[in-house]
């Protein structure tokens, strides 16, 4: 019976990493027939991934056992860490550690030796649409996030052209947070969100006169009172952006305190999201070292003060330590 060839079948070539001659041959016979290029055969992991420095297969097939240093696992968790490439593993062995090893690489299929065309056929089949499919989610996925970021970036500006006197305030901010939120091992994602929320966490500024914002002397209570409702404006602009963080709450509670002494909501302890207690202790940090229309910047010891009396009332300890710790031991500064 003549065999299916598949639209990516034509488009599509593979490497075979095999050490037994003979199979290999038949593979690449079988491969051909079905339609698929065959890009090369190599018979050991180092010889895969040094031709993967200049030629890059659309899939690889590799058996687990291989002559060489390192056996089909190893070279996969290599490629996996590097490139972009499905592997479908081809084996002889079901050995359950085996199998457990080979699921850490999260390959694209599993072939047990002997096995039929077509289930060779499909599992690359599957292999080849599944990975097309995921790499088209990452470009979409990243097209959306340089355009977040891009509105981000926009939206930080609008402030910075507002408030001239915290020109780069929002960025310096996000650069202490980060780096607090790591010394903390954070999650990636978190860390991300953190930096979005900071970069932006005074755009309700936008609302606030400017003349409030630019005075050289020190704001009665009717003006802090205004100056207050940044947070609230904050979160109203972007409660209604669809971040993959909670970055409207973030921004809405970055001057909320421990003991319920901040503002807006007044909350306290554990009912203040995490990312929110890192950007405060951010904000205090550096506006008490940068200039203000009112006063001169603070010393660092008077900041690391500030923050180290406070911890436990107004800031979290474990979070105000992390932030003292950069600048007494890392000597942290701002880029």
């Known amino acids: 019976m003549k065999k299916r060839k598949s639209k990516l079948a034509r488009s599509s070539s593979i490497l075979i990493v095999e050490d037994e001659r003979i199979i290999a041959e038949d593979l690449r016979n079988i491969l051909q027939s079905l339609g698929y290029t065959v890009m090369k ?4 992991g180092e010889e895969a991934i040094n031709m993967l420095k200049n030629n890059k297969p659309d899939l690889i097939l590799v058996d687990i056992v291989l002559t060489g240093q390192i056996d089909g696992i190893e070279m996969a968790e290599y490629i996996k860490s590097r490139y972009n490439i499905p592997i479908v593993y081809l084996t002889a062995y079901a050995d359950k ?5 080979a699921k850490v690489t999260e390959p694209y299929g599993y072939i047990i030796k002997p096995f039929e065309d077509r289930e060779l056929q499909t599992t690359i089949e599957i292999a080849l649409y599944k990975n097309r499919t995921e790499t088209r989610l990452k470009e979409s996925f990243d097209k959306l ?5 891009a509105t981000v970036a926009a939206l930080a500006y609008a402030v910075e052209m507002r408030d001239p006197y915290t020109a780069g305030h929002q960025k310096r ?5 980060c780096a607090i939120a790591r010394g903390l091992n954070l999650s990636f994602k978190k860390i991300d969100g953190i930096r979005i929320a900071s970069i932006i966490h005074d755009v309700g500024k936008i609302h606030v006169p400017a003349e409030i914002l630019s005075k050289p002397a020190r704001l009665t209570d009717a003006e802090f ?12 602009i972007l409660k209604n952006i669809e971040f993959p ?3 409207a709450q973030i921004v809405l509670q970055h001057h909320e305190r421990l003991n319920g002494s901040g ?9 203040i999201l995490q990312e929110a207690q890192i950007l405060a202790v951010a904000d205090v940090a550096e506006a008490m070292l940068s200039h203000r229309p009112y006063r001169p910047a603070h010393s660092l010891g008077t900041m690391l003060k500030e923050i180290t009396y406070k911890q436990g ?13 950069l600048f007494k031991e890392k000597k942290f500064e701002f880029t």
């Open 173 to 177: 901010v996000a650069h202490l947070a």
């Open 225 to 236: 009172e205004i100056v207050q409702t940044h947070s609230l404006i904050g979160y109203d």
């Open 313 to 325: 009332k107004l800031y979290d300890p474990i979070i105000s330590t992390a932030c003292v710790r």
């Open 263 to 271: 503002y807006p909501q007044g909350l306290d302890d554990d009912n």
């Open 245 to 247: 963080w909670p970055v």
């Open 97 to 101: 550690d085996i199998v457990t090893r």
């Open 145 to 149: 996030k340089r355009g977040l970021e």
């Open 41 to 44: 055969i190599v018979s050991t």
